[in-house]
């Protein structure tokens, strides 16, 4: 049972809000008591209005089982000024009656028992628009945001996880076109192999890819109160692919090895040669030396 | 009769084509160095192919460094027997099967075996050869050298971590796999530049036609005292069997175990090994401890790339420093000095306060780190000269794998066991400053000694009754490295050969 955001002693952040979006979780609210009954969770969501003109703020509410839940609003200290402030609870555009009202603080009771009961309630104040919107959903699923990459006849592991809930029952489906394909792995067992590797984690494993497994795959998670989606992408590779810049690396290897071989082979060849005419030289200095009747002894050493 | 020019030892060329070499080197230790690194990018995806848990992947990386390590003296040995060239070509041959192999895997041992043992072989076929060739062609401006060649391993992690994640993903791991083991192919093309060094490969043919066997063998000798390089071994030990040669000796030819009597030797090992107890652990940590005080995920990714490209630069600035006649002959302390600055770094991380206090902290890290790696086989190199050399690379590495792979784990217990990463760093710091203090002592203690007994040495050379003749080509080798620093061991070994040679 967990909520978001943490406690703080800080007044609104309505500017900020505006600028970043809807789906900011609000940075303020209390942390309310939980009661445990015996077969739901009751948990008290409190927000505090914004003082800005024209903002709002939202909270995310995460819930994975039927559960009483409250959601309060509480007016910001500006406007204890107002004589008779008014404020509306609504489900998208369907105004809730009854809500309990303290001082300065409008809170509206919810059971939540399935699906149809999920979603964004708001509470606004009359004339300020200023709301407070509280979105009630089913824990989120993390696929995989870049795609996996396999190769034809290799095997395919995908991964979904569910982060601190547990969900009820994993399936995993395919769409073609607008047709959603579920995967059976009873009815093609050497192709596929679903796998609850824990509580909170399900593996799909491809076997024996082809080029046709390409694409999407969607892994959907169960809860008591409806179902959440992760996205995984598969990519299956010829072995071409790869092939073809491992061939272009080798041949350039090839090429430079050859190369550095063949300039020490000529550098060497020089080198010999070089040294012979100096020898050649020598020996016709000698000959004209020993001609010139000097004995030179010295420089009878050669050098190989 | 072989001719008189034996009498003068031409020595290493310092330039020339041995810039060309220090490429090459850079291209190689940086592969050996980068790589094991860079492939944490893939550790993930493969963790989910095969379902496995996290330390299981980590073994691959783990497995990986301590072959690149652990097969040192086989790397030193076949360097001794065929020199750089073959064994860096090989390497470069191995690491690519390796890697392809890999690409094939349909399981995490076959991954542990191909990845792990065969790829982490290559790479210590790789990164040794490289360091000694860079001593065969270096004398007066090793240190730089050693400092460019160091700098490939931050060069090259920096190029391969976006690389590995390009391939990733436009390949999938099996698919980047087949390329990387195209790219660690070009490992061959920097073998293919380790040029022989020393005439001793071209005497040989020329003289085979014109003279007879016997000569030939003593010119090898000869040749190879002047280089200072051990004999082509293969003639030596036939003529040894027939002599009946010791078996120690002919150990030692392959890989000099004498040199754990070596006192410089025996520093260097002692005040590495402990050293790397806390060498890596910080780098390894660094990102989850900026996590873990609240920073976001590539800002923490951005204090490596920020100790990277200080630490790419640090190298051969430092190699530079070490190179200058105020630094040379007492290279020893400013490598300790670098351990200490290290660990001192690290004892004053805890205190960083904020993103800041990390960035300025990675900055002073990589600076260090620089340091310590540009120097770490150049004194090395400085003690034992660069003909033991080969062996005593093999032989460090492979006692430095233990603590290597020691390390990090130990740092992890560390921050398991109290929940708090100062303990690691404290550790870490507290075994570096203690290894720097010690190398500083030790190394105080050698200098004093070799100065003294150079004293002698020369007392002895000055009286006519010594063996002079022998010693020709060795005063001329002493008087070129007096002013380069205490590299009188390799003399030794001349004198062993000389025996051997003339017993024949």
Redesign the interface.
């Known amino acids: 049972w967990q909520t978001q955001g943490s406690p703080s002693d800080h007044l609104t952040i309505g500017h900020k809000v505006s600028t970043l979006g809807p789906d900011l979780t609000t940075q303020e609210f209390k942390q309310a008591t939980k009661e445990n009954m015996t077969n739901a969770t009751f948990a008290v969501y409190e927000v505090l209005l914004p003082g800005v003109l024209g903002t709002s703020v939202e909270k995310n509410i995460t819930l994975d089982r039927a559960a009483r839940v409250e959601l309060s609003c509480i007016l910001n200290s500006k406007y204890t000024h107002l004589k008779n402030p008014q404020v509306t609870w609504k489900r998208g555009n369907e105004t809730i009656g009854h809500f309990n009202k303290t001082e300065n603080s409008w809170s509206i009771q919810l059971r939540i028992l399935d699906h149809s009961k999920l979603g964004s309630y708001s509470c606004t104040l009359k004339g300020e628009e200023i709301s407070a919107k509280f979105h009630l959903q089913v824990p989120t699923i993390e696929g995989k945001e870049?795609p996996?990459?396999?190769?034809e006849g290799?095997?395919a592991?995908m991964?979904c996880k569910s982060f601190g809930y547990t969900p009820i029952a994993w399936t995993w489906y395919r769409i073609n076109g607008s047709e959603k394909i579920l995967i059976n792995e009873t009815l093609l067992t050497e192709k596929y192999m679903i796998d609850r590797?824990s509580a909170n984690v399900t593996?799909l494993k491809i076997l024996k890819l082809t080029s046709r497994d390409d694409g999407v795959y969607w892994c959907e998670a169960a809860f008591e109160l409806g179902k959440s989606e992760g996205k995984v992408k598969l990519?299956v590779?010829s072995f071409m692919?790869?092939?073809k810049?491992?061939?272009a690396?080798?041949a350039e290897?090839v090429i430079?090895?050859t190369i550095?071989?063949l300039y020490?082979f000529y550098s060497?060849k020089k080198e010999k040669s070089a040294e012979e005419e100096k020898e050649f030289d020598q020996v016709e200095q000698l000959k004209s030396e020993e001609s010139n009747g000097l004995d030179n002894s010295g420089a009878r050493?050669?050098?190989? | 009769p072989p001719p008189a020019n034996a009498g003068r030892a031409p020595g290493p060329p310092d330039g020339g084509w041995g810039w060309v070499v220090v490429l090459g080197a850079f291209v190689s230790i940086g592969f050996a160095y980068a790589f094991p690194k860079g492939l944490a990018i893939f550790f993930k995806e493969i963790q989910d192919f095969f379902g496995t848990s996290y330390s299981e992947i980590a073994w691959v990386s783990s497995i990986m460094l301590a072959t690149t390590y652990g097969a040192g003296p086989i790397s030193s040995i076949l360097v001794n027997r065929y020199g750089s060239r073959p064994v860096v070509m090989f390497g470069g041959l191995l690491c690519g099967i390796g890697m392809v192999s890999a690409s094939f895997c349909t399981s995490i041992l076959q991954l542990y075996i191909c990845v792990g043992f065969i790829t982490g072989f290559g790479l210590a076929l790789n990164l040794q050869p490289s360091v000694i060739i860079i001593g065969k062609y270096f004398l007066k401006r090793r240190p730089i050298a050693n400092g460019l060649a160091m700098a490939g391993s931050p060069v090259m992690l920096c190029t391969l971590a976006p690389l590995n994640q390009f391939l990733f993903d436009n390949f999938g791991w099996r698919g980047s796999f087949l390329i990387l083991g195209a790219i660690l192919l070009n490992c061959c093309v920097a073998g293919a530049l380790f040029r022989p060094i020393g005439a001793a490969t071209a005497s040989v043919k020329t003289q085979e036609t014109e003279e007879g066997k016997d000569a030939l063998k003593e010119e090898i000798a000869k040749d190879a005292m002047e280089m200072n390089r051990p004999t082509d071994v293969p003639m030596e030990t036939e003529v040894e069997e027939e002599g009946g040669k010791d078996c120690c000796e002919k150990v030692n030819q392959y890989l000099d175990f004498s040199l754990f009597k070596h006192r410089g030797f025996l520093i260097y090992l002692i005040g590495n090994v402990l050293m790397f107890l806390g060498f890596f652990a910080p780098i390894v940590f660094l990102a989850p401890y900026a996590k873990h005080t609240g920073i976001d995920e590539y800002s923490s990714a951005f204090l490596l790339s920020i100790l990277a490209i200080v630490d790419m630069f640090a190298r051969p600035i430092t190699g530079i420093i070490a190179n200058s006649k105020w630094v040379r002959p007492r290279i020893q302390y400013f490598f300790s000095f670098s351990i200490t600055f290290n660990g001192t770094c690290h004892l004053l991380c805890p205190l960083a306060s904020g993103y800041t206090g990390l960035v300025i902290y990675s900055i002073f890290f990589g600076l260090a780190f620089g340091m310590v790696c540009a120097m770490l086989f150049e004194t090395l190199m400085d003690l034992v000269g660069a003909a033991r050399f080969t062996s005593a690379v093999g032989l460090v590495t492979i006692v430095e794998c233990c603590t290597i792979l020691l390390g990090p784990p130990i740092g992890g217990t560390l921050i398991d066991t109290f929940g708090d990463y100062k303990y690691m760093f404290i550790k870490c710091g507290a075994v570096m400053v203690l290894a720097g203090t010690f190398l500083f002592i030790m190394n105080y203690y050698n200098y004093r000694m070799l100065a003294k007994e150079e004293k002698e040495r020369k007392a002895k050379e000055e009286d006519p009754k010594s063996v002079r003749t022998e010693n020709e080509g060795r005063n001329n080798w002493n008087k070129e490295n007096a002013q380069d620093g205490p590299e009188l061991e390799p003399l030794s070994e001349e004198r062993e050969l000389k025996k051997e040679v003339n017993g024949t």
């Open positions: 870049k996996i990459i396999c190769y290799d095997t592991v991964i590797a593996h990519k590779l692919v790869p092939l810049p491992f061939l690396i080798v290897v430079f090895v550095v071989f020490e060497k050493h050669r050098k190989i």
